[in-house]
């Protein structure tokens, strides 16, 4: 009797002490079996492609000088938007000159602009494919969840196992964390064509291939060009944290400011970010307006 | 050209348990009490000529676009068979295609023309037209001169460049047409194409497949909820409700003849004087009313008992001659060339100065249109010009109040 009212009485005080799982050291094992086993794949068939085209853009970037660059700034906002989007580029632009940041700025947008290089180059054929698969998009579902929202200081150790310190493992961080949207989005677009269109398709003998690519692609493309618009937002947001593992740019004036106390350092960084942010969202979603879809929407 | 026999489709998770209730002639609403599926059409059988415009027609939810979309197989039929007349393959069974028949069907041999257009907003007026083309795998500069062509044809020629969407409905839907004939397909699918157009322009589009149709002469299958519509552009008439057929014949066969209520409760509110023709109004030869007056080098004279003063001439072979009044020859001209020809038109004083003829098939309107100009009897005569019968205003009035009697 005694001994039966103990134990409840323990299963109702700490019901957990009965289980212990060993989730923190299974995890620790994978991670380790991961890295044991992919650090050489990583860095021979991942690195080199990241940081080639990482390099490249940072060149072709740095070979502008800032004064054509603000020029192209204008008529790029000014194409894809509306002159007055062309202005403010050129004055956010000039801030961030102004401030002594341009180096940095420059690195982030290269940062930004490779990554989101990778996030179209995979994430646009696994939308695709989500929007042509129920199955395979009920896989993707769970997955990009973690991909979101998995805090990314979590999956920052293991980029830096796989892929050492620099500007490799915030890339891959960035684009891990970045992709979401376009899968999400291009996915979206594409099961939302109207049936009307794709059934006029149909009726003219077109092939599913056909379809995809003369209907539900373009008529897609307002949508698709809303989730680069968010991959775009969400990649110049990890570049602070990537800064924590090497990757450089204003990220790490930001974070090289915090740990020195020197609130002026963070600030001039963090408004940069705030500033390029600005100027890269007006114009893609400049570019998301002009998108051939999006002719006579809601006519 | 095509031919449908007992084109069936039920909605549902087990359709092929409602198949044997249907043989049992439940309705619609027993299958669904009974198994849970919805009848969408129910042994649908027609059979449509070569360059005849086939109208089916009934109301909203009645099965008359799940009907045509089994046609092209956007919706597969769940029983039933439809043959269609390949130009060079004889005749095909349509529901037994694979997916690379069914493609090549719709690509050379049926196009169709939607409700709401369904023009890709994307692409140009020009390239819009083009598109089943495109997909015929024609090459650039061949399809669009071909679209240039048809494009013309509809009167939008120089709306190629142009977006559907600074478009008019009325132009939208001659584009959708354009796209529909662009591709030389023997058959045109049609689904409620001028039912979101204002009335006016629907007139205008409807007149305008006419004059096209009497062009290309393809078969086209059009679907409406209109039976004004039905009446105006179809050869023949195939009236749906809930899923079957009720009714098929020629408009005037419908209008004159309606085999059920709800047919009837249709017909009574439809345009009689665009629907009746000469042949069923006029007062044949060997009626009583006729009388004979003789006989003069070879030309026989008769005239109406209530109209001793106008007498028609007739040769031995049947054909008008002459027409006199008070012994007089007045000039006799073709009915269909006056009303086209506003100068033709003489002063009212002189109304009894001209006699008209008119073909069997002239409708009621247009001889109504023509007592303007006339107020003699209108001579009907066949394709040969035999004399078939005459119109006066007893005969007129008949019809316009909805004679019903038998079709000769």
């Not at chain 1, 090497?246 to 001039?268: C, H, M, P, S």
């Not at chain 2, 295609?97 to 409700?115: A, I, P, Y």
């Not at chain 2, 089943?132 to 939008?156: H, K, P, S, T, Y």
Request: hydrophobic share 45%; net charge negative; glycine share 10%.
């Amino acid at each position: 009797m005694g001994e039966l009212f103990e134990f409840l009485h323990a299963l109702m005080n700490d019901p957990f002490g009965f289980v212990d799982l060993p989730i923190r050291q299974a995890i620790t094992d994978i991670v380790n079996w991961i890295v044991a086993t992919f650090r050489d794949f990583s860095r021979t068939y991942i690195s080199p492609p990241v940081r080639g085209v990482m390099s490249g853009v940072q060149g072709a970037l740095n070979s502008v000088p800032p004064g054509i660059f603000l020029l192209v700034t204008f008529i790029l906002g000014w194409w894809a938007a509306s002159w007055r989007v062309g202005v403010f580029g050129v004055i956010a632009f000039a801030l961030i000159g102004f401030m002594g940041v341009w180096d940095q700025m420059i690195i982030t947008l290269s940062l930004v602009v490779t990554a989101v290089f990778f996030c179209v180059l995979l994430g646009l054929p696994l939308g695709i494919l989500s929007s042509r698969s129920d199955r395979f998009y009920a896989f993707m579902r769970p997955v990009l969840d973690i991909m979101q929202t998995t805090p990314p200081f979590v999956y920052l150790v293991p980029a830096v196992m796989l892929f050492s310190i620099g500007n490799v493992p915030g890339l891959i961080a960035t684009i891990v964390f970045a992709m979401p949207p376009v899968i999400r989005l291009t996915n979206l677009g594409i099961r939302h064509v109207n049936a009307e269109f794709i059934e006029a398709a149909l009726a003219f003998g077109s092939t599913k291939r056909q379809i995809l690519w003369k209907v539900q692609f373009p008529l897609a493309m307002p949508t698709i060009m809303a989730g680069l618009n968010q991959t775009i937002m969400l990649a110049l947001s990890m570049v602070v944290i990537a800064a924590i593992i090497g990757a450089g740019g204003l990220g790490l004036e930001v974070y090289a400011g915090l740990e020195r106390l020197n609130i002026g350092q963070a600030f001039v960084g963090g408004i940069g970010i705030v500033l390029l942010a600005m100027v890269l969202d007006r114009i893609t979603q400049g570019l998301g307006e002009k998108a051939p879809g999006v002719r006579d929407r809601g006519e | 050209m095509i031919r449908a026999e007992n084109v069936t489709k039920i909605f549902g998770s087990d359709p092929e348990s409602a198949i044997p209730l249907l043989e049992e002639n439940k309705t619609k609403d027993e299958i669904r009490e009974l198994t849970g599926q919805t009848v969408g059409v129910n042994k649908a059988s027609f059979d449509i000529q070569q360059g005849e415009v086939f109208a089916i027609m009934g109301l909203s939810g009645c099965g008359k676009s799940t009907l045509i979309r089994c046609i092209n197989r956007i919706i597969d039929p769940t029983a039933g068979h439809i043959f269609f007349k390949h130009p060079e393959r004889g005749e095909l069974d349509i529901t037994q295609l694979d997916e690379e028949g069914l493609r090549t069907l719709r690509k050379e041999n049926m196009s169709m023309v939607f409700q709401h257009f369904a023009l890709l907003p994307h692409r140009t007026v020009l390239s819009n037209v083009g598109y089943g083309l495109e997909i015929q795998g024609r090459r650039r500069q061949q399809r669009q001169e071909a679209a240039q062509r048809v494009l013309d044809m509809v009167g939008l020629g120089p709306w190629g460049r142009s977006y559907p969407s600074e478009l008019s409905g009325g132009m939208q839907q001659r584009v959708g047409l354009a796209r529909g004939l662009a591709t030389d397909a023997e058959v045109l699918l049609m689904d409620e194409p001028f039912s979101a157009l204002d009335p006016l322009i629907k007139v205008d589009m409807q007149q305008e497949l006419k004059r096209i149709q009497r062009e290309l002469h393809r078969t086209i299958l059009f679907i409406t909820h209109d039976l004004d519509e039905a009446m105006r552009i179809g050869d023949h008439i195939a009236i749906m409700e809930d899923g079957q057929i009720v009714q098929i014949g020629s408009p005037e066969q419908i209008l004159v003849n309606p085999r059920t209520e709800y047919v009837a409760k249709f017909v009574e509110h439809a345009d009689p004087t665009s629907v009746i023709t000469a042949s069923t109004i006029a007062l044949p030869l060997n009626s009583d009313q006729f009388v004979s007056t003789g006989e003069r080098d070879g030309i026989s004279y008769l005239h109406r008992k209530d109209l001793p003063h106008v007498r028609f001439g007739m040769d031995r072979e049947g054909r008008l001659h002459d027409v006199q009044v008070d012994e007089q020859d007045v000039p006799v001209r073709r009915l269909e060339e006056v009303l086209e020809d506003d100068d033709a038109r003489p002063a009212s004083s002189e109304r009894t100065g001209v006699a008209l003829t008119c073909g069997e098939d002239a409708v009621l309107r247009q001889i109504l249109r023509s007592r303007l100009v006339s107020t003699l009897p209108v001579v009907v005569t066949n394709g040969d010009g035999r004399v078939r019968g005459l119109i006066d205003d007893p005969e007129l009035i008949n019809g316009i109040l909805e004679k019903r009697g038998e079709i000769p």
